[in-house]
């Protein structure tokens, strides 16, 4: 499958709140069809609108862990948010995997 099915299939379970199976998608379109960084960076956006900070950074971990290319402005968006939220926890998930992908981490 292409990596735009993958992402549209993500992108609904995060609409519908299901943070653990957008996760579970983005993973296998890890494995099967790689995402470009606009493809990760669309997930990044959507999460920190949602608010659902736990899902953007397992999402951004697990970018970082297959080594794929992230914007850094998507990571550092998601970040903030977790910095305005005082989600220090996931803050600082997130920040440890934007250190992984060599992304700076800036604090406003």
Known sequence: PEPRLYLQLAQACLRDRQGKRAAEVFKLMLE???PTAAMIGS???T???LN???TGAELLAA???ASM???ARDAQGLHEVAVRKRKDA???EIAMAMAKLGVPVTVA
């Open 63 to 65: 970018a970082a862990d």
């Open 52 to 54: 659902m900070l736990s």
């Open 32 to 34: 099967q069809a790689a």
């Open 43 to 45: 997930l990044l956006g």
């Open 47 to 49: 999460c920190a609108k």
């Open 69 to 71: 290319r992230v914007d």
């Open 90 to 92: 996931y803050a600082d």
